[in-house]
């Protein structure tokens, strides 16, 4: 019968395409680099300074004339150690980690992200240098 053919044809047709029409591409999601590649060594010039100065994420406040501590890179250095914010021997108490924490901060004003915490807590840990 014809239109039992012309049926089947469409069917057929259909379920091919089921087969064909849907191909895509399996997309690698995009990771952000780490703050600091593994195995390098954590630099305060190149890891910790970018973390409050990129976008001005905490410059804009702590800047130059602003509240302090001045975490510009010029200044950071001596003004979070002058301040005090940086507690070697207990490094998670240090208030430069603490203050802007993601999930225990209380500085509400602006909060690291879980990435950055972890490395300044990395950076105190390993005797807040200034290198
Ligand atoms: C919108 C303005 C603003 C931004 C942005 C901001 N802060 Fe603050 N920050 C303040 C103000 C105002 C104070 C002082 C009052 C207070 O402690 O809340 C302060 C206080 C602090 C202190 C405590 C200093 C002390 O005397 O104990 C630290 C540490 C600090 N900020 C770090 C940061 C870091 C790190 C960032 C970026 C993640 C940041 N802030 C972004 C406004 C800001």
Redesign the pocket.
């Known amino acids: 019968m014809k239109t039992n053919y012309i049926l089947s044809y469409v069917v057929f047709a259909i379920v091919i395409s089921f087969f064909t029409a849907c191909e895509y591409e399996f997309v690698e999601p995009k990771k952000p680099a780490p703050i600091v590649p593994p195995g390098d060594t954590i630099s305060f010039s190149l890891n910790i300074v970018p973390?409050?100065s990129n976008s001005?994420?905490?410059t804009?406040?702590?800047g130059n004339g602003g509240?302090?501590?001045n975490?510009t890179a010029s200044a950071a250095y001596s003004s979070?150690t002058s301040?005090g914010?940086i507690d070697q021997a207990t490094p998670e108490n240090s208030?430069?980690y603490k203050?802007?924490s993601p999930a225990t901060g209380t500085?509400?004003?602006?909060?690291?992200t879980a990435d950055?915490a972890a490395a300044i807590l990395l950076w105190i840990e390993d005797g807040a240098k200034n290198n």
């Open positions: 973390i409050w001005s994420k905490c804009s406040c702590h509240t302090a501590p975490l979070i301040m914010l208030l430069i203050y802007p500085h509400n004003w602006k909060k690291y950055e």
